[in-house]
């Protein structure tokens, strides 16, 4: 996710700058070409803009619907993840509170490695469904953190990895299921059964602890929905179409605006006001495609790694540890 309020120009040019000149060419050669037809052959290549016009409405008001669909996906992947940082703090405060001997008159050493389980597991759970988001194997750590269009630094030896949570047998169990996330809220649930037997959670608590996983389960269904179902080619590929189609008639609409003014060299105008013209709804079309997959790592997507590491500090300092990571901090001004 870019985190600086404003974006620095040569980020802008580093995506734009084919864009761009692919514009000034076009506009100058249906300029050029105006100017030689009709001085060398009297023939007229302009169009009226009264009809490009109306075609540059409504492509307007197609990518204004897109855009806003296309943020909604995203906003609700960014409220979900913040749905499960609630979650995970009240799982942890639940699991100290809640995992107790009413027998013994302290918490043993055995209670606390108990405790520390649970919250590992969760932990490892939320990486798990982070690094299944974007579609990378949960030992895959290289890739995890790789921004293909940016090509940013990797931070791969300090992001939270799943195996760091989970014994060496119980990794190996949950590494080659099909949903590896789904499988360690199914062992947290076995686990509070274990737990119950053994008198360690009462009736009351245990049901508590399950609504919370429940929960949880919940959360990783909404993050699979929007993961699962891309936004309707329909709008992706004929809001693509229908700007290029824009795009590539504009110079013949504006040197047509730009030929009636005197002095004859206004025409040259055109130029630049398609390149202007050009970029901006290019880059509207773009900003929306950018924001309909709000998990797979790119420039502008969910902080995923970010939010894991959040988690896991708060999760830890309850469990009452002092050696805790750093928060991930932004490569590029860009926040993983």
Not at 153 to 173: G, I, M, T
Request: aromatic share 12%.
């Amino acid at each position: 996710m870019h985190i600086r309020r404003n974006i620095r120009a040569g980020l802008i040019l580093r995506f734009a700058w084919k864009n761009l000149l692919g514009f000034l060419l076009w506009s100058g050669l249906v300029t050029f070409g105006y100017e030689y037809l009709r001085a060398h052959h009297g023939l007229d290549i302009r169009l009226p803009f009264l009809p490009l016009s109306t075609i540059g409405i409504a492509v307007a008001f197609y990518l204004g619907f897109k855009n806003s669909q296309s943020y909604d996906r995203f906003w609700e992947g960014r409220k979900i993840w913040g749905s499960i940082v609630n979650q995970s703090r009240a799982w942890a405060s639940q699991v100290c509170g809640y995992v107790t001997d009413p027998v013994a008159s302290d918490s043993g050493a055995a209670l606390r490695a108990v405790r520390r389980e649970l919250v590992y597991r969760h932990l490892a759970w939320i990486n798990a469904l982070r690094l299944q988001l974007r579609r990378t194997t949960i030992h895959d750590r290289e890739n995890a953190s790789y921004i293909p269009d940016l090509h940013l630094p990797r931070a791969a030896a300090h992001e939270p990895r799943v195996e760091d949570f989970l014994s060496a047998d119980e990794h190996a169990a949950v590494v080659g299921a099909a949903n590896p996330a789904a499988q360690l809220l199914h062992r947290q649930a076995l686990r509070l059964q274990e737990l119950r037997a053994l008198g360690l959670l009462d009736d009351f608590r245990h049901v508590d602890l399950m609504q919370t996983l429940k929960e949880c389960y919940n959360q990783q269904g909404m993050c699979e929905r929007i993961k699962n179902t891309p936004f309707p080619r329909q709008y992706a590929y004929f809001s693509t179409l229908f700007v290029w189609i824009f795009v590539w008639l504009l110079p013949f609409g504006l040197v047509s605006e730009f030929s009636r003014l005197e002095p004859r060299g206004f025409v040259w105008l055109t130029i630049p006001f398609s390149v202007l013209i050009s970029w901006i709804f290019t880059t509207i079309e773009i900003v929306g495609d950018n924001s309909e997959d709000p998990f797979e790592n790119y420039v502008n997507d969910v902080p995923m790694t970010a939010l894991c590491r959040g988690i896991e500090i708060d999760l830890r300092q309850m469990l009452g540890e002092t050696e805790v990571p750093a928060r991930i901090q932004p490569v590029n001004d860009i926040l993983l």
